[in-house]
């Protein structure tokens, strides 16, 4: 899409030569749920993966993905990234730790480099949809291409 203003993120995918199709879409400020964004194109929950940042006792952010449809268990991501415990960051930390919004924040292009855990759900699709570092826009990529630019390990999240 020429018209689509190019993000970090999607320029960060352009010079890694990773495809991807950028999609537009209008929002809500009140309403940043990624459900509107599934309902919105029509595509399942599970192809629709929203970006949580954390952090952990020693300071560390990490970022974590998952279905919109599912919720974090901080449990089994701390564990997952061999750490005590982890706690979802305040989203007035957001912007600063990462370089994104809250409804814009999107695993690829973020301020730093920070460790990153996919939930296991991306191994039964065939494509997924993350934020591409703006509210109203979608990055749709290959879960391999995500997982491998992204550096991510994937494994159990979700409750």
Known sequence: MADVKKTNAMRMLDKEGIPYEAMEYEYDENDLDGHHVAEYFNIPYEEVFKTLTAVT????????CLSVDDELDLKKAAA???????????????????????GGCSPIGMKKK?????????????????SGGRRGLQLKLKPSDLISFTEATVGPITF
Do not use: C, Q, W
């Not at 061999?82 to 919004?101: A, F, P, Q, S």
């Not at 920070?114 to 993350?130: A, C, K, P, S």
């Open 80 to 102: 997952l990234a061999g750490v005590k415990r982890v706690e979802l960051i305040h989203v007035k930390e957001l912007l600063n730790v990462t370089g994104y919004m809250r």
């Open 114 to 130: 920070y460790r990153t855990f996919i939930d296991e759900m991306i191994e039964l699709v065939d494509v997924i949809h993350v």
């Open 57 to 64: 006792e020693s300071k560390e952010y990490l970022v974590f």
